[in-house]
């Protein structure tokens, strides 16, 4: 990890823990929750439901939140939070993550997504 990568992600997840996420390291790779990890771009955001979530809303379709909807609202709240704190993020191509971007790849037009 490049040292100008390395403190994105540790800048980026302290951010979401100051804001009461629970951020999660890579060694909890099967715990549901937030992770922040490096990419080539920046630092990648990434949620997991718990499997009983999961479960909950697969039981509860069309009366509850569905998996995919939960995750848009994690990632809504998550790229409003760091977009204020001056970030630049936009959706990952398949929708299923968050890339901040470093200072030195930012996309033209400007922060935010």
């Known amino acids: 990890m490049s040292c100008a990568l390395a403190e994105l992600v540790s800048r980026v997840s302290s951010c979401l823990v100051q804001a009461g996420f629970q951020v999660l390291g890579d060694a909890d790779s099967g715990v549901p929750g937030l992770r922040v990890t490096e990419v080539s771009a920046g630092a990648l955001v990434s949620w997991t439901a ?3 979530f999961t479960a909950l809303a697969r039981d509860q379709a069309g009366r509850a939140a569905s998996n ?3 995750r848009v609202i994690v990632q ?9 704190l001056g970030h630049t993020v936009t959706e990952t191509p398949d929708g299923c993550g968050l890339v901040v971007f470093t200072e030195a790849v930012l996309p033209r037009g400007g922060k935010g997504s």
Do not use: P
């Not at 809504?76 to 204020?84: E, H, N, P, R, S």
């Open 50 to 52: 718990s499997d009983g």
């Open 76 to 84: 809504t709240a998550v790229a409003g939070l760091l977009i204020q």
């Open 68 to 70: 995919d909807s939960m």
